[in-house]
């Protein structure tokens, strides 16, 4: 068993992390989960949320708008809709990613309804996390 992963995580304005880690965990839009080494092989969406990685150089987090996560045993790919490292993230970014979500659920579809409100609560959440 390998005791790391080639993490990568690329949103469209940058790479913003390339480096092998021992672990990543995700806010996956089914639930947090963590990818380790030799994990199943596994492609899953994700919500807004903080993303964890543990590498040789300590932890580093990021903040994701969404996105996608591929896990292979020996990797974590991540292509995020709009990542920013924890350092870079001010209240007032989450506030207005909060207050466009919720102007988005405002003015849903009713078959949008319910995946907009989970967004904005995902919003809601990440502000409670970073502070």
Do not use: C, N, Y
Not at 54 to 61: F, M, S
Request: net charge negative; hydrophobic share 45%.
């Amino acid at each position: 068993m390998a005791d790391t992963l080639q993490f990568d995580l690329v949103s469209p304005e940058r790479m913003l992390a390339s480096f092998e880690a021992s672990e990543v965990l995700l806010p996956g839009s089914e639930g947090d989960m963590t990818a380790m080494p030799d994990h199943a092989p596994t492609i899953t969406t994700l919500r807004p949320g903080f993303l964890r990685v543990v590498g040789a150089d300590g932890t580093k987090e990021f903040l994701v708008t969404g996105g996608f996560a591929e896990i292979t045993a020996s990797s974590a790919s991540v292509l995020a809709e709009q990542a920013v490292p924890r350092d870079e993230v001010t209240r007032e970014m989450l506030e207005e990613m909060h207050a466009q979500a919720t102007k988005a659920h405002e003015e849903a579809t009713p078959e949008k309804v319910d995946m907009a409100a989970k967004i904005v609560a995902d919003f809601a959440a990440a502000i409670e996390t970073w502070v």
